[in-house]
């Protein structure tokens, strides 16, 4: 099915609808992991998910952040050195508490994409400059075969120990 049209010659700048359209069409291919063409037409927020890999392997300074909740943590793990602060809880105070910076370069994941574009919507109006959004989240990472680590369940405060907050960060 030749019906995904691609736009010859860096089809950045036309209408930034083309990715939001049609998710339903890639059903198919969601067994066998996804191919360079869905990665080539990011929308300028999205980051993918092997310029991530890519940017650990290098250890390159980029602050990962998970936004889901503890639960999802735990089912499936999480990216190597992420922070965890769940979508509802981020703010100004959560990110300063874990080290994160206005201008510090950060990945915000989520499970398929959607709480980390609210993600990086929040931290640009609260003025952080240089955020993307993982493409796909954590569900396109585990189709295309990129580790994971088990979640140590530490990196989240529960709400009875977030007064503590300030004291416990080292």
Same mark, same amino acid.
């Given at each position: 099915?030749?019906?995904?049209?691609?736009?010859?010659?860096?089809?950045?700048?036309?209408?930034?609808?083309?990715?939001?359209?049609?998710?339903?069409?890639?059903?198919?291919?969601?067994?066998?992991?996804?191919?360079? &063409?869905?990665?080539? +037409?990011?929308? =300028?927020?999205?980051?993918?998910?092997? $310029?991530?890999?890519?940017?650990?392997?290098? *250890? %390159?300074?980029?602050?990962?952040?998970?936004?889901?909740?503890?639960?999802?943590?735990?089912?499936?793990?999480?990216?190597?050195?992420?922070?965890?602060?769940?979508?509802? &809880?981020?703010?100004? +105070?959560?990110? =300063?508490?874990?080290?994160?910076?206005? $201008?510090?370069?950060?990945?915000?994941?989520? *499970? %398929?994409?959607?709480?980390?574009?609210?993600?990086?919507?929040?931290?640009?109006?609260?003025?952080?400059?240089?955020?993307?959004?993982?493409?796909?989240?954590?569900?396109?990472?585990?189709?295309?075969?990129?580790?994971?680590?088990?979640?140590?369940?530490?990196?989240?405060?529960?709400?009875?120990?977030? *007064?503590?907050?300030?004291?416990?960060?080292?």
């Amino acid at each position: 099915g030749g019906e995904m049209k691609m736009s010859e010659g860096g089809g950045k700048s036309d209408g930034g609808m083309d990715g939001m359209s049609m998710p339903e069409a890639r059903a198919d291919k969601i067994m066998e992991g996804h191919d360079d &063409e869905e990665y080539a +037409n990011l929308p =300028e927020y999205e980051v993918s998910n092997r $310029d991530v890999m890519m940017g650990m392997l290098s *250890k %390159s300074s980029a602050k990962l952040i998970d936004v889901r909740e503890d639960f999802e943590l735990a089912e499936t793990g999480v990216l190597e050195g992420a922070t965890h602060i769940p979508l509802g &809880e981020i703010s100004m +105070n959560a990110m =300063e508490s874990k080290g994160i910076a206005k $201008d510090d370069e950060i990945v915000v994941y989520c *499970k %398929s994409g959607n709480r980390s574009r609210q993600a990086y919507e929040l931290l640009k109006t609260l003025g952080y400059t240089n955020v993307k959004s993982m493409h796909g989240g954590i569900v396109h990472w585990m189709e295309d075969k990129l580790p994971v680590v088990p979640w140590d369940g530490k990196s989240t405060a529960t709400a009875d120990q977030k *007064k503590n907050l300030k004291t416990s960060q080292v």
